[in-house]
């Protein structure tokens, strides 16, 4: 029998990857065929993504993927979310923003004058985050930038027009925009008038869709959100929460319905769209954390070194590890020293710190997820680099008293592929 061969294309705000994947004895068998790194810019003040080079960078691995598999029958890609490109016509609006940029800020108060962030969670369900689409979208309209605009393609539908031509508005990203209403899966058309957007948001479609094609190879949406293909990725034996451990940690649980309510919203949990689910979930500031204060402390200094070091510290501070100040400090060390007081000494201590506050956070987010879905449970999955962990997941069982299922696997691609190989039935 002749393999079918997938590519999936997954792209983290630090590096990006291109992952073969076939079917073998029922099991998705995953190669990674190339690889590639990511990263914010600063432009005149600001942070940005340099969009070119991601495409240039996905083009070069569909090639590498295609000499050692010339028989691909499709591709999709996904990356982080709530990040887009602004067409007019067919020339992008430049520059495209990155997230942790703070040019919302002036933005936000002016969205809630409008539409009081209650109001938007009630319809959207869509976690508080300074960088969601919508105030993004509104410092955009401030600024003059929706003039004359077509069209809004968030990151991996603009990758994908540029690969096939067909521009696409996939669900589960879309999610993420704080704009579409968790009742209908739409994008909720009086948050649009009332914020006076211009009408670049149409129909959303479905992970499994077929766009177009790409030297041959079919173009298909995943679930083009990171975190959404990430969940359909992981092997569960049992409906049970998760984290996705990455630069961020997203922890969750599937649920049938989103959870819109009082305390719902007190807690800041996200109800994004899901493969047939929806993912009640929220954002805790992850390996950014440690990987922001490895750069600036020891960058010098491997993965085993710094977990040592953790090891060994005897230091027990602990910082709010979803803070806003942690989001973009200029100097992580700084914003840790300023939270703990300056009880941080040796380098140990801060990693230390790092690994024990996500833990916490884990717990407190585990507690608040229980609470509001009314469920208890036993065990409490992995999977994504930070999974290889074994110090943070040892403190995590700790912290929250769970199983941890740690799985060192790329849940995304895998979640990726799973989509292609089901949509090419
Ligand atoms: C993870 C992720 C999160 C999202 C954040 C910003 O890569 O997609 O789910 O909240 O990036 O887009």
């Known amino acids: 029998e002749m393999k079918r061969y997938y590519l999936a294309i997954d792209i983290g705000a630090s590096s990006g990857r291109h992952i073969v994947g076939w079917r073998e004895d029922g099991e998705i068998k995953a190669k990674e065929v190339y690889r590639f790194p990511n990263g914010v810019q600063e432009q005149n003040g600001h942070l940005v993504w ?3 080079a991601l495409l240039s960078h996905v083009k070069a691995g569909i090639a590498a993927a295609k000499t050692e598999f010339p028989e691909i029958v499709s591709l999709s890609v996904d990356t982080w979310a709530v990040d887009y490109v602004l067409l007019r016509g067919e020339e992008e609006v430049r520059p495209v923003y990155a997230y ?16 009081p962030f209650a109001e938007l969670y009630a319809k959207t369900g869509c976690q508080f985050q300074p960088f969601n689409s919508i105030y993004q979208l509104y410092a955009d309209q401030l600024a003059g930038r929706l003039e004359g605009v077509t069209d809004f393609l968030m990151i ?16 589960t990203n879309a999610t993420t925009t704080g704009m579409v209403n968790a009742e209908t899966g739409k994008f909720d058309p009086e948050i ?15 992970p499994g869709t077929v766009l177009g094609e790409y030297e041959g190879i079919k173009c298909v949406l995943c679930a083009t959100h990171d975190t959404a293909s990430a969940v359909e990725g992981i092997p569960m034996e049992e409906n049970a929460p998760y984290i996705s451990s990455g630069t961020w940690s997203l922890l969750g649980v599937k649920t049938p319905k989103p959870i819109t309510n009082t305390a719902s919203r007190a807690a800041n949990y996200s109800n994004e769209g899901g493969v047939g ?14 990987n922001e204060l490895q750069k600036e402390l020891c960058s010098g200094l491997g993965f085993a070194e710094i977990v040592n070091a953790a090891k060994e510290s005897r230091c027990d501070a602990l910082i709010d590890a979803n803070a806003p100040e942690f989001l973009a400090p200029k100097s992580m060390k700084a914003a840790f020293d300023v939270a703990t007081g300056g009880k941080l000494i040796s380098i140990g201590d801060y990693f230390r710190c790092a690994y024990r506050s996500l833990a916490e956070s884990y717990a407190k987010a585990l ?10 449970y036993d065990r409490l999955y992995i999977v994504g680099g930070g ?11 700790k912290a929250t008293g769970k199983q941890v299922i740690a799985l060192p696997i790329e849940a995304t691609a895998l979640g990726n592929l799973k989509i292609q190989m089901e949509a090419d039935l």
């Open 192 to 206: 649009i008038s009332a914020l006076g957007l211009p009408p670049i948001f149409p129909k959303l479609q479905k």
């Open 50 to 52: 340099d969009v070119d």
């Open 100 to 115: 942790r940029d703070s040019r919302t800020e002036a933005a936000i108060p002016k969205v809630h004058e409008i539409l």
């Open 277 to 290: 689910y929806n993912r009640y979930q929220k954002n805790i500031m992850g390996m950014w954390l440690v």
């Open 156 to 171: 991996p539908e603009y990758l994908l027009w540029k690969l096939c031509g067909v521009k696409s508005r996939e669900y």
């Open 387 to 397: 999974a290889k962990n074994e110090f943070l997941n040892h403190l995590t069982a």
């Open 367 to 376: 507690a608040e997820l229980e609470a509001n879905t009314g469920k208890q």
